[in-house]
């Protein structure tokens, strides 16, 4: 059974860093292409960052240049970076896996079950 277990959430003030982690384990997530969403109350779930097993990532606009997102395939390991936060950001933020051919939209494999991630201003 594969498990994806995020931690590093927590309180933070406006202008401050954070760093998630999400450890997999049950199998090998090399090949998966990883990705962190996240949820803000009264708000859909998005797409945060994503990267692949290639190293290709992605950014949705609202993050680009404050997060990064890297992945340690040594550790079944993915981690996103928060620097500069903004109260905007403060979600649940999830950890997710999905095989390289399916899309975020259509297909996802694995989900963590999410920690929260509060920006005070």
């Known amino acids: 059974q594969v498990q994806l277990v995020e931690s590093g959430g927590g309180l933070v003030q406006a202008g401050g860093s954070l760093r998630l982690s999400c450890a997999a384990s049950g199998r090998t997530l090399s090949t998966y292409t990883m990705g962190w969403f996240r949820q803000a109350p009264g708000k859909q779930r998005e797409l945060v960052a994503s990267i692949s097993s290639g190293g290709s990532t992605f950014y949705t606009d609202s993050v680009k240049g404050r997060f990064t997102i890297s992945r340690d395939n040594a550790k079944n390991t993915v981690y996103l970076q928060m620097n500069t936060l903004e109260p905007e950001d403060t979600a649940i933020y999830y950890c997710?896996?999905?095989?390289?051919?399916?899309?975020?939209?259509?297909?996802?494999?694995?989900w963590g079950q999410g920690t929260q991630v509060t920006v005070s201003s």
């Open positions: 997710a896996a999905r095989r390289a051919a399916y899309t975020w939209s259509g297909r996802v494999d694995y």
